[in-house]
Every structure is written in structure tokens, then in C-alpha cells.
């Protein structure tokens, strides 16, 4: 009995040993994945945040060509990675953004993204159907007149909802005046055919005419940015967002 009893005891030493030897080799095997993680990490751009000479050298063409080179690497998947901890740092005493983007609130247009934009480089003001109101337009003169941002994109979408109800003349709680800024748009369109949100053509033609109507808005509602324009200091343009393939196609 004491032979079993010893033998058992030395049967139960050899498994905890090797239990113990399995969890060092496999504790070791992660410590050693972990360090090949960590060297391979990439390491974020941080870029100087703009400055307010180096704003004042943009031009809105200048800025206009940046954000189409943005976008193809957004196409491409070629973002620019961003140390963004680093970039909060640097821009916490002084903003100088190059622009002021209007989009949307779909969730599907990352407008920092489309762009490859990073922290402190653009101002953006979302709201459905990208229409303005009186204090999208009080945004938009700080961000020209008081900050000296170089450029005004009004940038609609493919396959926008709010779009697509103001074609519908959707009628539901606070929707509905909110579609009435969109409506003006969709009605001012010469189009024989099917002008429902099903007519996919119509749509299109709809969110253009959106993206166009709002720069309308914009100039006849902002004396000081029509003067700044005319001026040649800004430029107000407008752009549609596919989400079939991620370009931008800007409007002329």
C-alpha cells in the first residue's frame, strides 16, 4: 500500500512539473509574440499643426488639390496613420484649419477620412441632407472670416436618406420642416420622368441639385463670404460622395 501510495505521489510531482513547464514555455512564446507586435507597430505621423502664416500662404486651389490627393488615398486604402494623442497636444492652444466641410450626418462619410485629413486640418458641420440654417451659416463665416479658412465644400451623397424623403415628401414630427430646406431642390429639377426615391436617376439628379441649391443658400445668405469670394480669398464649391467606391466627384 505504501509502494501505491508513493508512487501515486511521485506519478501526481511528474504531471505538476510538466503542467508548469507548458505554462513558462507557453508564457514565454506570448511575451515573445507581444514583443514582435509591439516592433511592428506603426508609428503615427504627427504632423505641425498649421500655422497662421502657413494658413495665410494656402490658396483655396491649393486646398481644393489636397483634399482630391486625400481622397485618392482613401480610395486606395493609404490613409496617412496619425500619432492623434500627439496631434490633440499640439493643437490645443491655436486652430488654423484649411477648410470648413458640410456633410451629411450618414454615418457612412467619414468626411475626415474621404479626405485624409487629420486633427485640426478642417472644420466640419453635418446635418441631414447637408442644408444650411442660421447657425450652419454663423459656422461657416467663423470659420472664413475669423479663421481664415481657405474653402467652403458643400458635399452631398449617394443613396442619402434625407434626400431620398424630401423626394418622397416624407411627413413625420421635426423631419418634416427639416426636409423642407431640401425640398426647394428636388422641385426645381426638369424631369419628365418617375420622381420618386425609387427612380434612382431622379435621386441623383436630386442630391446634385441639393449640393448646388446650398451653395446658392450660402452666397446669398453670407454677404461676407459672397465678398470673400469674390475677392478670390475663398472659394465656395461643392462635391457628391459615392459609397460605391469612396471617390469624390467635385462639381463645377
Same mark, same amino acid.
Given at each position: 500500500?505504501?509502494? /501505491?501510495?508513493?508512487?501515486?505521489?511521485?506519478?501526481?510531482?511528474?504531471?505538476?512539473?510538466?503542467?508548469?513547464?507548458?505554462?513558462?514555455?507557453?508564457?514565454?512564446? =506570448?511575451?515573445?509574440?507581444?514583443?514582435?507586435?509591439? &516592433?511592428?507597430? /506603426?508609428?503615427?505621423?504627427?504632423?505641425?499643426?498649421l500655422t497662421?502664416?502657413?494658413?495665410d500662404a494656402?490658396?483655396?486651389?491649393?486646398?481644393?488639390? @489636397?483634399?482630391? *490627393?486625400?481622397?485618392?488615398?482613401?480610395?486606395? =486604402?493609404?490613409?496617412?496613420?496619425?500619432?492623434?494623442?500627439?496631434?490633440?497636444?499640439? &493643437?490645443? =492652444?491655436?486652430?488654423?484649419?484649411?477648410?470648413?466641410? @458640410?456633410?451629411?450626418?450618414?454615418?457612412?462619410?467619414?468626411?475626415?477620412?474621404?479626405? *485624409?485629413? #487629420?486633427?485640426?486640418?478642417?472644420?466640419?458641420?453635418?446635418?441631414?441632407?447637408?442644408?444650411?440654417?442660421?447657425?450652419? @451659416?454663423?459656422?461657416?463665416?467663423?470659420?472664413?472670416?475669423?479663421?481664415?479658412?481657405?474653402?467652403?465644400?458643400?458635399?452631398?451623397?449617394?443613396?442619402?436618406?434625407?434626400?431620398?424623403a424630401a423626394?418622397?415628401?416624407?411627413?413625420?414630427?421635426?423631419?418634416?420642416?427639416?426636409?423642407?430646406?431640401?425640398?426647394?431642390?428636388?422641385?426645381?429639377?426638369?424631369?419628365? #420622368?418617375?420622381?420618386?426615391?425609387?427612380?434612382?436617376?431622379?435621386?441623383?439628379?436630386?442630391?446634385? &441639385?441639393?449640393?448646388?441649391?446650398?451653395? @446658392?443658400?450660402?452666397?446669398?445668405?453670407?454677404? /461676407?463670404?459672397?465678398?470673400?469670394?469674390?475677392?478670390?480669398?475663398?472659394?465656395?464649391?461643392?462635391?457628391?460622395?459615392?459609397?460605391?467606391?469612396?471617390?469624390?466627384?467635385?462639381?463645377?
Amino acid at each position: 500500500m505504501n509502494t /501505491i501510495r508513493k508512487t501515486g505521489i511521485a506519478i501526481l510531482c511528474i504531471s505538476l512539473s510538466l503542467t508548469a513547464c507548458k505554462n513558462e514555455t507557453k508564457k514565454q512564446t =506570448n511575451n515573445e509574440q507581444t514583443k514582435e507586435i509591439q &516592433s511592428e507597430r /506603426i508609428v503615427g505621423l504627427v504632423e505641425n499643426v498649421l500655422t497662421k502664416e502657413e494658413q495665410d500662404a494656402l490658396t483655396p486651389d491649393t486646398v481644393i488639390q @489636397l483634399f482630391k *490627393d486625400g481622397n485618392k488615398r482613401f480610395m486606395n =486604402n493609404e490613409l496617412t496613420a496619425r500619432d492623434h494623442s500627439e496631434q490633440v497636444r499640439k &493643437s490645443t =492652444n491655436a486652430q488654423f484649419p484649411k477648410a470648413i466641410v @458640410l456633410s451629411c450626418v450618414d454615418s457612412r462619410v467619414p468626411v475626415e477620412d474621404v479626405f *485624409d485629413r #487629420g486633427i485640426g486640418d478642417i472644420f466640419v458641420a453635418r446635418v441631414a441632407g447637408n442644408f444650411v440654417n442660421e447657425d450652419i @451659416l454663423g459656422s461657416m463665416e467663423f470659420a472664413c472670416k475669423v479663421s481664415g479658412s481657405k474653402l467652403v465644400l458643400v458635399m452631398g451623397h449617394e443613396h442619402c436618406g434625407a434626400v431620398k424623403a424630401a423626394v418622397d415628401n416624407v411627413k413625420l414630427g421635426n423631419i418634416t420642416p427639416m426636409l423642407s430646406k431640401i425640398r426647394p431642390a428636388v422641385e426645381n429639377i426638369k424631369y419628365e #420622368g418617375d420622381r420618386t426615391s425609387k427612380n434612382l436617376e431622379f435621386v441623383h439628379m436630386a442630391c446634385e &441639385s441639393n449640393v448646388k441649391n446650398t451653395i @446658392l443658400e450660402i452666397r446669398k445668405n453670407i454677404s /461676407i463670404l459672397k465678398e470673400m469670394e469674390d475677392n478670390g480669398e475663398i472659394k465656395i464649391i461643392g462635391a457628391v460622395y459615392d459609397m460605391d467606391n469612396g471617390s469624390v466627384d467635385f462639381l463645377k
